[in-house]
């Protein structure tokens, strides 16, 4: 078991450039959550799908922000046109149930010059 | 919703000293877990203990559900130790998390 796989793990863009993030959940895991972690911040929820269905986006930011999940095996985050404080890494989580223990990816760090 | 406070916000020990840490929260949890983050970010659950006293190894977790505390005690401390240590409780399907003890322990 490889755990939960994030890609790339850092990615360095311009102001205004796309960044999408990848996550590949454990196998068999039905729900795949995305979180933020800023030194300002903290850790934040971003997302969750279960069994590949949005559930809940309550944490993106309303504008440049979407997530994506095609199918079991991967989830995306996609920031268009990035801006400096989206510097942050960003991390996946996946689990067997909504309800059941949360195992995280690396995380992807991104940094927007 | 949920709010998680942790101290202390960092914290400098020799190497052998133990470490008390404590995470408040703002209402009852069903769930609450220790994570520990290494300098290079990858995030571990250390122990789910949404209430009683749990050990593993050198870790101690002792929760209070209606006093809304958690204690997490690191006994013999060690320099891979050193990271940060994150409480995090259940809001539904979310976890949130508090803003983390930084722990530096020195040879």
């Known amino acids: 078991n490889a755990g939960v796989i994030q890609t790339p793990r850092h990615k360095v863009t311009g102001k205004g450039q796309e960044a999408t993030l990848w996550c590949e959940p454990i196998?068999?895991?039905?729900?795949v959550f995305w979180y933020r972690q800023t030194i300002v911040q903290g850790l934040e929820f971003l997302t969750y799908?279960?069994?590949?269905?949005?559930?809940?986006d309550s944490g993106m930011p309303k504008e440049r922000f979407s997530a994506q999940m095609p199918n079991q095996s991967h989830s995306t985050l996609k920031i268009q046109s990035t801006q400096p404080q989206d510097s942050a890494v960003y991390l996946c989580?996946?689990?067997?149930?909504?309800?059941?223990?949360?195992?995280f990816g690396p995380g992807t760090r991104l940094l927007v010059l | 919703g949920q709010q998680v406070q942790q101290s202390p916000a960092s914290l400098v020990l020799q190497e052998g000293e133990n470490a008390e840490l404590q995470c408040n929260f703002s209402?009852?949890?069903?769930?609450l877990q220790w994570f520990y983050q290494s300098p290079g970010g990858s995030l571990v659950s250390l122990l789910s203990?949404?209430?009683g006293t749990k050990h593993t190894g050198r870790l101690t977790s002792t929760t209070v559900t209606k006093e809304r505390r958690s204690s997490l005690h690191i006994s013999s401390s060690q320099t891979t130790d050193s990271g940060t240590y994150l409480c995090?409780?259940?809001?539904?399907?979310?976890?949130?998390f508090g803003k983390g003890t930084h722990l530096h322990v020195l040879p």
């Open positions: 799908f279960r069994n590949q269905a949005p559930i809940d």
């Open positions: 203990n949404p209430s």
């Open positions: 995090a409780i259940d809001d539904a399907y979310k976890v949130i």
């Open positions: 989580a996946s689990s067997f149930g909504n309800q059941d223990t949360q195992y």
């Open positions: 209402s009852t949890a069903t769930q």
């Open positions: 196998s068999g895991h039905s729900a």
